[in-house]
């Protein structure tokens, strides 16, 4: 086989890979949604995020400021705890839409796992008899 046509087969197939992965991923989701929309779910993630959110910004506040030596710097101390909160805040949606997240990467996985199946298949076909 020529790199050429070799390079084409490997392009079409990672094509084909990646179509087979967003397909289950939207199916996935589909199913980890059961009727609600995007949109709710997010904005009921977000609203329960508040807690960590607070908690970032106090422990980043409080390593800020443990960080300092001598002068205090209030500008730095601020910044850490912004930071602190974006985290924070990061981390509870994260946490909050594990089950559709988790639900997305299994349609993923799964219909990328069939596509690479029957690519094998192809280059290494079973005769059962």
């Known amino acids: 086989m020529k790199i050429g046509e070799w390079l084409k087969s490997e392009v079409e197939y990672g094509r084909d890979l990646a179509g087979s992965g967003l397909h289950g991923a939207r199916t996935g989701a589909g199913t980890a949604l059961a009727g609600q929309s995007v949109g709710d779910v997010l904005g009921r993630s977000a609203r329960a995020s508040w807690a960590p959110s607070v908690l970032g910004a106090g422990v980043a506040a409080a390593a800020a400021l443990l960080a300092q030596r001598r002068r205090k710097n209030i500008a730095i101390v601020a910044a850490m705890s912004a930071v602190g909160a974006?985290?924070?805040?990061?981390?509870?949606?994260?946490?909050?839409?594990?089950?559709?997240?988790?639900?997305?990467?299994?349609?993923?996985?799964?219909?990328?796992?069939?596509?690479?199946d029957s690519h094998w298949l192809g280059k290494h076909p079973i005769n059962f008899g």
């Open 86 to 116: 974006v985290v924070g805040f990061a981390a509870g949606v994260a946490w909050e839409t594990r089950e559709l997240s988790g639900g997305i990467a299994r349609g993923a996985l799964r219909e990328m796992g069939t596509m690479r």
